[in-house]
């Protein structure tokens, strides 16, 4: 069973950058197989995805957050990170990490969110 | 970017009862469509992909229907268990986008 493990500060000062780091357990964030993500969830609102990483590097961002975010790979401790700079009291969420399945459909590719870590809170205080 | 549009935002049901949300998105997004269940301290679960797939090991009393840009998850016999948020997401364009949520309370 693939077990995600978020990790991190759980208080950052306004203005500083957070940096947040997925440990990936009985599955290889080298693998072809998938993606990996960083989904977030601001208190009493619904959930928005940050952006993944391929294991060779390749990124896609979202683009609301595109100018703040940048995801990294580490093949060699299994793990993927985020940073997102210039924080703000909007930035104040649970964030989560997730493997994002690529997998073939009734011949068309589909991709979904199949393992998740249980989140980090991380508060934006100044 | 699509908006997904789930309704109800909140549904009480008893044990036992069939209790069915519904997605709609902005466009067509074929059948790019998950759904997720979240429960507060643990790591969300996905329980149907690509509209109508289930995912291994999630009960059979979940399922999914719908394509292009309505869709609906349907619970047939609630469980105890099942009390929780639950999501829909498509994949179909960047950003990838949720619905708000339709929270599933024991009356």
């Known amino acids: 069973q693939v077990q995600l493990q978020e990790s991190g500060p759980g208080l950052v000062k306004t203005s500083e950058t957070l940096s947040l780091t997925c440990t990936v357990s009985?599955?290889?964030?080298?693998?072809?197989?998938?993606?990996w993500s960083w989904i977030r969830q601001p208190p009493g609102k619904g959930l928005e995805w940050i952006g993944y990483?391929?294991?060779?590097?390749?990124?896609k961002y979202n683009p609301s957050l595109k100018s703040r975010v940048t995801i990294s790979v580490d093949t060699s401790k299994n793990q993927f990170s985020l940073k997102l700079s210039s924080m703000t009291a909007a930035d104040t969420a649970l964030y989560y990490c997730?493997?994002?399945?690529?997998?073939?459909?009734?011949?068309?590719?589909?991709?979904?969110?199949?393992?998740w870590g249980q989140g980090t809170l991380v508060t934006v205080s100044s | 970017d699509i908006q997904m549009t789930q309704s109800p935002s909140s549904v009480s049901a008893s044990v036992g009862d069939r209790v069915t949300i519904t997605c709609r998105a902005s466009q067509a997004i074929s059948s790019w469509l998950a759904w997720y269940q979240l429960k507060p301290g643990k790591a969300p679960k996905l329980l149907i992909y690509a509209a109508s797939s289930l995912q291994s090991g999630v009960p059979s009393r979940f399922s999914g229907s719908g394509s292009g840009t309505d869709f609906t998850l349907t619970i047939s016999s609630l469980q105890p268990e099942d009390f929780a948020t639950y999501y829909c997401q498509q994949t179909t364009n960047f950003p990838y986008t949720f619905g708000l949520g339709t929270k599933l309370e024991i009356k």
């Open positions: 997730a493997r994002v399945e690529m997998t073939m459909v009734r011949g068309v590719i589909n991709y979904f969110f199949d393992y």
């Open positions: 009985s599955g290889s964030v080298s693998s072809g197989d998938y993606y």
């Open positions: 990483i391929y294991h060779s590097g390749s990124t």
